[in-house]
C-alpha cells in the first residue's frame, strides 16, 4: 500500500476535526440557493434523495473507510478492489475535477462580494482575484495539516453559523412581516418532475458528495477505523439538517420566482436582517457576508488537499509519475501535486475569460464538465465494497454496512443508481443560458479528453517501471 513507504505522519485529525473536514466539504453555500429554486418542493427532494442516496453512501463510505483507512481514500479502495490502473484513473479524475472546479467556484466568490456590498469590477480585476484565490487555496494546502486543517475546521463553524442564522433570520423575517414569502401548504411539498426541478437535482445529489474525503488523509487521523464511522452518521445528520433549515430560511424571504442563484444567500439575509434588525442591519449582513466569502475558500482548501493526498498515493506507488509523490521536505504534503493543480486552474481561469469574457453560460459549462469529471470515480468507489468483501472477506472491518452481504448489495446499488442518474441529468438538462454547441463540446469533449489522460499516466508510469 501506498503509505507503508511513506514516513510516519502525524496524527492531527481528532474526531471533533474530523467532522468539520466533512462538513467544510460536503456543505456547499450555492447549492441552498438551488434547492430553494425548486420551491417549497425542494425540501421533499432533500428528504427523499437523503433516504436513497445520502443515507447510503454514508453505510458504504464508513463500512470502506473503517476498514482501508490508509492515505488515499477512495484510490486504495478501488486498486484493491479492481487493480492499480483503475485505482490511477479513479484518482486522477478525483484530482483534476478540483483543478477545473476550483475557478467556477472563485468565480461564485466574485458574483457573491458585488452582490454583496455593490461593487463593480472590469474583467480583468475579476480574473486577476480569481487567480489569486487559487494561489491561496495552494499555499495553505502545501502546509502542514496540523496547520492546514484550521482552515476547513473555521469555514466548517462559519458555514453552520451562517446557514442556521439564515433560516432563524426567515422565521423571524417571516413573523414580523407577517407571513411567508412562499406558500409551504401540503400540495407544495409534493414533488414536480419538471424539466425546470430536473435541472437542480443534479445539483442536489452532487451537494451529498464528500464523506470519502475524510479517508483520503487517512494516515493523519488518530484512530479511523473507531471515528470514520462516528464522524460520516454526526455530519451526515447536522448537514442534512442545515441544507434543509437554510433552505427554509431562503424561501421564508425571497418568492422563488425571484432567488437567483449565484448569489441566493445574500440575497435572503439582506432583507431578513433589514425586516428584522432595522438600522442595525447594515454592519450585521457585512459580517455574514464576509462569511459566506470565507467558506468559498474554506471549500476548496478542503477539497484540494483531500484530492491531492489520493493523487499523492498513485505517485508513491509509482501507478502514476512520481511528481505527484513528491513530498514537501519540511512539512511532508504533496507540494508538487498542490502546484500542478494550482497551474491547471490558472490555465482554465484565463481561457475562460479571455475567450468567454463575462458568459455565464460558458461558465457554467466547465462547472458541468467538473462535475461529470467529478463524479465518474465513484461509479468504481461503490462497487468496491461488494469487490472487496469478495476479495478480501478475511479483512477486519470494525464497521459493516446492515443487511449483511444482501445490505452491501442493496446500497451499493442504490449509490449507483444516484451516480448514473446525476450524470445523465448533466448532460440531458444543460443549465439554462448554456449555448448548446459549447456546452457538449466542453462536457463531452473534456471528459473524454480527461480520462484519456487518466489512462496515459498510469501507462506512462507503467512503462517508466519497465525502463
Known amino acids: 500500500m501506498a503509505a507503508e513507504n511513506a514516513p510516519t505522519k502525524h496524527k492531527v485529525f481528532g474526531l471533533a476535526s474530523m467532522i468539520l473536514f466533512s462538513v467544510s466539504a460536503i456543505l456547499v453555500g450555492d447549492t441552498i440557493a438551488s434547492s430553494a429554486a425548486m420551491g417549497v418542493q425542494g425540501m421533499t427532494f432533500w428528504i427523499v434523495l437523503a433516504v436513497l442516496f445520502f443515507i447510503p453512501y454514508g453505510f458504504v463510505t464508513a463500512e470502506l473507510g473503517a476498514a482501508w483507512p490508509d492515505d488515499g481514500g477512495l484510490y486504495v479502495w478501488v486498486r484493491e478492489a479492481f487493480g492499480p490502473m483503475w485505482g490511477t484513473v479513479t484518482a486522477w479524475l478525483y484530482w483534476v475535477n478540483v483543478a477545473l472546479w476550483a475557478p467556477s467556484v472563485f468565480v461564485l466568490f466574485v458574483y457573491t462580494l ?3 456590498f455593490g461593487i463593480t469590477m472590469p474583467l480583468w480585476l475579476e480574473a486577476a482575484l480569481v487567480i489569486a484565490l487559487i494561489w491561496v487555496m495552494v499555499a495553505i494546502g502545501v502546509l502542514p495539516k496540523r496547520y492546514s486543517k484550521w482552515v476547513p475546521n473555521a469555514s466548517a463553524v462559519v458555514k453552520m453559523v451562517v446557514f442556521l442564522v439564515l433560516g ?3 422565521i423571524a423575517a417571516a413573523i414580523k412581516n407577517g407571513g411567508l414569502a412562499n406558500d409551504f401548504s401540503l400540495a407544495n411539498w409534493i ?4 424539466f425546470d426541478n430536473l435541472t437542480y437535482l443534479p445539483v442536489v445529489i452532487y451537494s451529498f458528495m464528500g464523506f ?4 483520503s488523509v487517512g494516515d493523519s487521523v488518530k484512530d479511523p477505523k473507531r471515528d470514520v464511522p462516528k464522524m460520516i452518521f454526526a455530519a451526515g445528520l447536522a448537514i442534512l439538517f ?5 433552505t427554509f430560511g431562503v424561501l421564508a424571504v425571497i418568492p422563488v420566482d425571484e432567488i437567483v442563484i449565484e448569489t441566493g444567500i445574500v440575497d435572503a439575509l439582506k ?8 438600522a442595525a442591519a447594515g454592519p450585521v449582513f457585512a459580517v455574514m457576508a464576509i462569511g459566506v ?16 493526498e489520493s493523487i499523492a498515493a498513485t505517485g508513491m506507488d509509482e501507478t502514476a509519475p512520481g511528481v505527484f509523490g513528491h513530498m514537501h521536505p519540511k512539512f511532508d504534503t504533496p507540494d508538487y501535486a498542490f502546484y500542478l493543480m494550482g497551474i491547471i486552474a490558472t490555465v482554465v481561469t484565463v481561457l475562460t475569460y479571455v475567450l468567454f469574457g463575462n458568459n455565464e453560460g460558458i461558465f457554467w459549462a466547465i462547472f458541468s464538465l467538473s462535475s461529470v469529471v467529478f463524479l465518474l470515480p465513484y461509479l468504481l468507489m461503490f462497487p468496491s465494497l461488494v469487490a472487496l468483501r469478495k476479495k478480501f472477506p478475511e479483512q477486519h472491518r470494525p464497521y459493516k454496512v446492515p443487511g449483511g452481504d444482501a445490505g452491501a448489495w442493496l446500497w451499493t446499488v442504490l449509490c449507483e443508481i444516484g451516480i448514473l442518474f446525476t450524470l445523465a441529468l448533466f448532460f440531458l438538462v444543460p443549465p439554462e443560458g448554456t449555448p448548446l454547441g459549447a456546452f457538449y463540446a466542453i462536457t463531452i469533449g473534456g471528459t473524454i479528453i480527461s480520462v484519456a489522460v487518466g489512462f496515459w499516466l498510469y501507462n506512462h508510469a507503467k512503462s517508466l517501471k519497465k525502463a
Open 271 to 278: 432583507p431578513a436582517f433589514e425586516a428584522v434588525l432595522g
Open 242 to 246: 442545515i441544507y434543509m433549515f437554510a
Open 293 to 308: 466569502l470565507f467558506t468559498f475558500l474554506g471549500n476548496m482548501v478542503t477539497w484540494s488537499i483531500g484530492a491531492n
Open 191 to 194: 414533488p414536480d418532475m419538471s
Open 212 to 215: 470519502e474525503l475524510m479517508s
Open 114 to 116: 458585488t452582490a454583496a
Open 168 to 170: 432563524v433570520a426567515g
